[in-house]
């Protein structure tokens, strides 16, 4: 949304500038995409083409990129409107990398603003807005010999990407994925991780369903994988798990899903934004302010991680909404994802 | 230069000499008795309560629309976009057929249609940030670029701001004659307002260069308030933005048509003439037409919000028209509608239009409204009568 396609050539950069003489002040694409809505160089767009339901509440979507596809990597972001109103969210891949289709599979989370229609409501040939993967949760180079990931709910999804990838590369090492969810019929994946494990001696799956025999914790995990010192550990899941393995191994390469609980104290005021003041909230994002108030605002994970929400603070300081602190002087460049205001503060917008 | 608007509050008696203070019962707002309606006066004998009162009635209205705004609406939107664009290819492919008549006039006129819509319904629209809710990079105020050769930055802050802010208020308001046209008593006459037919008939032809040129204000320039540095700014925006428009139409589309350059550009340029003619007449039946009403500068001044919605209520006036009117007008045949709520979609005005009259019925507020041919009429007779020196001065 705010970036150029990778990957145009540079005659055909040629072409394009000289149709836009004839489509200015449009470009030639918003015309080419009355027949096709992913003939599109300078947004990135999919369609959907399947649907798979995996559980009762979670559901596995296949898009067809459009041309500004750049490939295959982990911590996909999508973008789907509801009710009208464009949102984005990050969905890990779950196809394997070299796929022709990526695939996201998406839990959804009770009151949120988004993974309700992806689950529910997302018919075959809707067009939803993508981003260009990013994220550092990927399978190391060179592998490791011995592998332990630990996921719990809908944090297997980066996870299933890497098996995959795997699997189709024929290069399983060895792997030992601990896996919770709440019930048998909770687990996204069953069947396929199992048809996984019987074709990979090297692969060992332990499932395990926190309505029946409790919560996954460091302990529980150290008793069914004797070796688990001796393996590189990657986790996903909720923040509790998360934590807890963080506090009781060293490391342990992690991804969240959600941003940790936010600081609203002394949060909170008003931020001229592009030009237009806002009420931000306490306790609110200045980017959920802006959004909320109709601005383009830049965004990606919404969580801290990815950088792809920065704009330059011109006046004021903000308010980090993770540790409470105020922070900032002109010229910095602040994430708008994880930070509130704290009095009179002005932010350009791109 | 002798198009500039005189300051009306150096004419007027100042705030002291109204009797205001003695008499706190009279209307808060007062009119100027417009040129053409003495009497709107008398029929806004509003007290300063029931003001706030219709302001905030208005204000629920606002609210309502906004709590129902979604995905029917956005639907909307696209499919307007959709389908002048499909127009518009449709339109130039059968102007490469030009040589034959009924392949022009029907390329003429989808190409003129296109135009309008891209310029009324969509362009005018999103650039008000109608659709900025749907955070839609490709349908939003702050990315739009329209088909016509004044750059919408510039237009935003003539349009959306000035106009929108000081609606006929004559000395603020610029689109009050467009610095050009002499259309409120309160403008003095000069010999040179003998041309205002004509200046309206020139104007009309390139309605698109006065609104590019509208922003410059030119006579501030003369004046000395404005720096030439910010002039020559503002000249080369226009100049690039007329540039790219002119070789669009003019020179790049009439080529691709090798031999039939000729119908090619004559229908390129027959289809921006009917887009500025027709963009002209409505845009000057939304506020000159006989019963909206023009204001002071010293009207504005601790303007509350319930005065600023019956000044724009009292200063504009909506067109009768069926629906496809009402599209091609881009909604501004509900001027008064879109005067109050200049950033709600422009598909709800209609449904709010109702509600709005009776409001009006209520708090005894002309609502005008008539159709196209009679309020142009009455523009044009306003223009005609201005260009002598009458009325009060
Ligand atoms: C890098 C990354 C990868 C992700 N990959 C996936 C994925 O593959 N599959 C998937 O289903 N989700 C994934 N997520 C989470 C996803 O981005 C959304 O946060 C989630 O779908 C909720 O969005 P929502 O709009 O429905 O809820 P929101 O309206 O954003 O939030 C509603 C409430 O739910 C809480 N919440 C938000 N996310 C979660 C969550 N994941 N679990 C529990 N509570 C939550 C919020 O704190 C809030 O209180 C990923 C997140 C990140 C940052
Ligand atoms: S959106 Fe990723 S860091 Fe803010």
Same mark, same amino acid.
């Given at each position: 949304?705010?970036?150029?396609?990778?990957?145009?050539?540079?005659?055909?950069?040629? %072409?394009?500038? =000289? $149709?836009?003489?004839? @489509?200015? /002040?449009?470009?030639?694409?918003?015309? !080419?995409?009355? #027949?096709?809505?992913?003939?599109?160089?300078?947004?990135?767009?999919?369609?959907?083409?399947?649907?798979?339901?995996?559980?009762?509440?979670?559901?596995?979507?296949?898009?067809?990129?459009?041309?500004?596809?750049?490939?295959?990597?982990?911590?996909?972001?999508?973008?789907?409107?509801?009710?009208?109103?464009?949102?984005?969210?990050?969905?890990?891949?779950?196809?394997?990398?070299?796929?022709?289709?990526?695939?996201?599979?998406?839990?959804?989370?009770?009151?949120?603003?988004?993974?309700?229609?992806?689950?529910?409501?997302?018919?075959?040939?809707?067009?939803?807005? %993508?981003?260009? =993967? $990013?994220?550092?949760? @990927?399978? /190391?180079?060179?592998?490791?010999?011995? !592998?332990?990931? #630990?996921?719990?709910?809908?944090?297997?999804?980066?996870?299933?990407?890497?098996?995959?990838?795997?699997?189709?590369?024929?290069?399983?090492?060895?792997?030992?994925?601990?896996?919770?969810?709440?019930?048998?019929?909770?687990?996204?994946?069953?069947?396929?991780?199992?048809?996984?494990?019987?074709?990979?001696?090297?692969?060992?799956?332990?499932?395990?369903?926190?309505?029946?025999?409790?919560?996954?914790?460091?302990?529980?995990?150290?008793?069914?994988?004797?070796?688990?010192?001796?393996?590189?550990?990657?986790?996903?899941?909720?923040?509790?798990?998360?934590?807890? %393995?963080?506090? =009781?191994?060293?490391?342990?390469?992690?991804?969240?899903?959600?941003?940790?609980?936010?600081?609203?104290?002394?949060?909170?005021?008003?931020?001229?934004?592009?030009?237009?003041?806002?009420?931000?909230?306490?306790?609110?994002?200045?980017?959920?302010?802006?959004?909320?108030?109709?601005?383009?605002?830049?965004?990606?994970?919404?969580?801290?991680?990815?950088?792809?929400?920065?704009?330059?603070?011109?006046?004021?300081?903000?308010?980090?909404?993770?540790?409470?602190?105020?922070?900032?002087?002109?010229?910095?460049?602040?994430?708008?994802?994880?930070?509130?205001?704290?009095?009179?503060?002005?932010?350009?917008?791109? | 230069?002798?198009?500039?608007?005189?300051?009306?509050?150096?004419?007027?008696?100042?705030?002291?000499?109204?009797?205001?203070?003695?008499?706190?019962?009279?209307?808060?707002?007062?009119?100027?008795?417009?040129?053409?309606?003495?009497?709107?006066?008398?029929?806004?004998?509003?007290?300063?309560?029931?003001?706030?009162?219709?302001?905030?009635?208005?204000?629920?209205?606002?609210?309502?629309?906004?709590?129902?705004?979604?995905?029917?609406?956005?639907?909307?939107?696209?499919?307007?976009?959709?389908?002048?664009?499909?127009?518009?290819?449709?339109?130039?492919?059968?102007?490469?057929?030009?040589?034959?008549?009924?392949?022009?006039?029907?390329?003429?006129?989808?190409?003129?249609?296109?135009?309008?819509?891209?310029?009324?319904?969509?362009?005018?629209?999103?650039?008000?940030?109608?659709?900025?809710?749907?955070?839609?990079?490709?349908?939003?105020?702050?990315?739009?670029?329209?088909?016509?050769?004044?750059?919408?930055?510039?237009?935003?802050?003539?349009?959306?701001?000035?106009?929108?802010?000081?609606?006929?208020?004559?000395?603020?308001?610029?689109?009050?004659?467009?610095?050009?046209?002499?259309?409120?008593?309160?403008?003095?006459?000069?010999?040179?307002?003998?041309?205002?037919?004509?200046?309206?008939?020139?104007?009309?032809?390139?309605?698109?260069?006065?609104?590019?040129?509208?922003?410059?204000?030119?006579?501030?320039?003369?004046?000395?308030?404005?720096?030439?540095?910010?002039?020559?700014?503002?000249?080369?925006?226009?100049?690039?933005?007329?540039?790219?428009?002119?070789?669009?139409?003019?020179?790049?589309?009439?080529?691709?048509?090798?031999?039939?350059?000729?119908?090619?550009?004559?229908?390129?340029?027959?289809?921006?003439?009917?887009?500025?003619?027709?963009?002209?007449?409505?845009?000057?039946?939304?506020?000159?037409?006989?019963?909206?009403?023009?204001?002071?500068?010293?009207?504005?001044?601790?303007?509350?919000?319930?005065?600023?919605?019956?000044?724009?209520?009292?200063?504009?006036?909506?067109?009768?028209?069926?629906?496809?009117?009402?599209?091609?007008?881009?909604?501004?045949?509900?001027?008064?509608?879109?005067?109050?709520?200049?950033?709600?979609?422009?598909?709800?005005?209609?449904?709010?239009?109702?509600?709005?009259?009776?409001?009006?019925?209520?708090?005894?507020?002309?609502?005008?409204?008539?159709?196209?041919?009679?309020?142009?009429?009455?523009?044009?007779?306003?223009?005609?009568?201005?260009?002598?020196?009458?009325?009060?001065?």
């Amino acid at each position: 949304m705010f970036r150029s396609a990778p990957g145009t050539t540079s005659r055909g950069r040629g %072409l394009l500038a =000289a $149709a836009s003489a004839l @489509t200015t /002040p449009l470009l030639p694409e918003d015309f !080419l995409t009355l #027949v096709d809505p992913l003939w599109s160089t300078t947004s990135l767009r999919g369609r959907v083409v399947a649907r798979r339901r995996e559980t009762g509440r979670a559901v596995s979507v296949t898009i067809e990129p459009g041309w500004a596809w750049a490939g295959h990597r982990a911590g996909q972001y999508l973008g789907v409107d509801v009710d009208g109103v464009r949102f984005t969210r990050s969905y890990s891949l779950t196809s394997p990398e070299g796929a022709e289709h990526l695939t996201v599979t998406v839990q959804e989370v009770d009151g949120g603003a988004v993974s309700p229609t992806l689950v529910r409501d997302l018919p075959i040939g809707t067009i939803v807005e %993508l981003e260009q =993967a $990013a994220g550092e949760f @990927t399978l /190391p180079d060179p592998l490791p010999e011995k !592998l332990l990931f #630990v996921t719990a709910g809908s944090g297997i999804t980066p996870v299933m990407g890497m098996l995959r990838t795997l699997d189709r590369a024929g290069t399983m090492p060895d792997v030992v994925l601990v896996h919770g969810a709440r019930m048998p019929e909770d687990t996204i994946f069953r069947a396929e991780l199992a048809g996984l494990a019987a074709r990979h001696p090297s692969l060992r799956v332990v499932l395990r369903h926190s309505a029946v025999s409790g919560r996954l914790d460091p302990a529980v995990i150290d008793t069914v994988v004797a070796d688990r010192a001796d393996r590189t550990v990657y986790a996903c899941g909720p923040d509790g798990l998360l934590d807890a %393995l963080e506090g =009781a191994w060293d490391g342990v390469v992690a991804e969240r899903f959600t941003p940790p609980a936010r600081a609203t104290e002394g949060t909170g005021g008003t931020v001229d934004l592009g030009g237009g003041d806002v009420v931000v909230e306490p306790g609110q994002s200045i980017l959920e302010a802006g959004e909320a108030a109709g601005k383009l605002m830049p965004s990606g994970c919404r969580m801290g991680i990815c950088f792809g929400c920065v704009l330059p603070l011109r006046e004021g300081k903000v308010r980090d909404l993770r540790t409470g602190e105020a922070h900032g002087e002109p010229g910095d460049l602040v994430q708008t994802c994880i930070n509130s205001s704290c009095g009179p503060a002005r932010i350009d917008l791109p | 230069m002798t198009a500039v608007l005189e300051n009306p509050a150096h004419l007027e008696p100042g705030p002291e000499e109204t009797g205001r203070e003695q008499h706190p019962q009279r209307p808060v707002l007062e009119l100027v008795p417009s040129s053409r309606r003495e009497d709107v006066q008398a029929t806004t004998e509003l007290t300063a309560e029931q003001i706030e009162e219709l302001g905030r009635r208005l204000d629920a209205i606002r609210d309502r629309v906004l709590a129902e705004r979604g995905a029917s609406d956005a639907e909307y939107i696209r499919g307007v976009i959709r389908k002048q664009r499909a127009l518009e290819i449709g339109g130039r492919a059968l102007l490469f057929a030009g040589v034959l008549p009924p392949a022009w006039i029907a390329g003429t006129a989808m190409l003129s249609i296109a135009k309008i819509l891209e310029n009324m319904e969509i362009g005018h629209n999103v650039m008000h940030g109608q659709w900025d809710w749907m955070r839609d990079p490709k349908i939003h105020s702050s990315t739009w670029e329209w088909d016509n050769v004044s750059s919408s930055a510039e237009w935003k802050h003539s349009h959306n701001y000035m106009h929108h802010t000081y609606t006929n208020v004559v000395g603020k308001d610029r689109d009050v004659g467009y610095g050009i046209l002499r259309l409120s008593e309160e403008q003095r006459w000069t010999p040179y307002y003998l041309g205002n037919p004509l200046y309206n008939f020139l104007l009309s032809l390139f309605f698109e260069y006065g609104v590019a040129l509208h922003d410059l204000e030119v006579e501030k320039v003369v004046a000395g308030q404005k720096p030439l540095s910010r002039v020559w700014e503002q000249v080369k925006s226009i100049g690039r933005k007329t540039g790219r428009q002119i070789l669009k139409d003019y020179v790049a589309f009439p080529a691709l048509a090798g031999p039939f350059f000729l119908p090619v550009l004559a229908g390129n340029v027959t289809a921006n003439l009917v887009r500025n003619v027709w963009s002209h007449a409505v845009i000057f039946c939304g506020h000159f037409p006989t019963g909206a009403v023009q204001f002071t500068e010293e009207q504005l001044e601790d303007e509350s919000r319930g005065e600023w919605y019956v000044r724009q209520l009292l200063g504009s006036a909506n067109l009768d028209g069926g629906r496809f009117f009402h599209l091609m007008t881009g909604q501004l045949s509900f001027q008064i509608e879109h005067h109050l709520f200049p950033d709600l979609p422009s598909n709800r005005y209609a449904e709010i239009a109702p509600e709005v009259r009776e409001l009006c019925r209520e708090y005894g507020l002309e609502y005008t409204t008539g159709p196209l041919w009679k309020q142009y009429m009455q523009v044009l007779g306003t223009i005609n009568r201005l260009a002598l020196p009458n009325g009060k001065r």
